[in-house]
């Protein structure tokens, strides 16, 4: 069953930090070897998704149920995930910005499915309707 706004809020801010106090506990094994940096980005990743889905609820609670996260919002939320990973390890914030990446792709495509149609489908269904009305 999944959770509403205002409680999700809480539970993700929750995750959010003790994914980054597991990092920094684990700093000297995360930094330790190529394999636990990616790590380290990956976790940094995972942080990211826990933020953006942090700020998301909280904007909705604050603004109402129709507002969405933009851009703004998505490149603070990279920028505090990738300044966490960098704390641990270089190269750690540099897997992270690859790994967030890709969830934030993830994150859109699921979107998509979801709670709507992309902007190109919507452009069509337009140039349809308006087709039909001239008829």
Do not use: D
Not at 33 to 58: D, E, H, K, P, R
Not at 71 to 85: G, K, Q, R, Y
Not at 89 to 106: D, E, N, Q
Request: a positive charge.
């Amino acid at each position: 069953m999944p959770l509403t706004q205002s409680s999700s809020f809480p539970v993700a801010s929750i995750l959010a930090l003790l994914t980054f106090s597991g990092m920094q506990w684990a700093k000297p094994l995360l930094a330790s070897s190529q394999s636990m940096t990616l790590l380290g980005g990956f976790l940094g990743s995972i942080l990211f998704v826990f933020l953006l889905t942090a700020i998301g609820n909280l904007e909705q609670v604050m603004f109402g149920k129709g507002f969405q996260t933009k851009l703004p919002e998505t490149v603070f939320a990279m920028i505090i995930a990738m300044a966490a990973s960098g704390s641990v390890h270089r190269v750690c914030a540099t897997t992270c910005l690859i790994f967030s990446l890709v969830m934030v792709y993830s994150m859109y495509k699921i979107s998509q499915q979801v709670y709507g149609h992309s902007e190109s489908e919507g452009a069509t269904t337009k140039v349809a309707e308006k087709s039909k009305k001239k008829k």
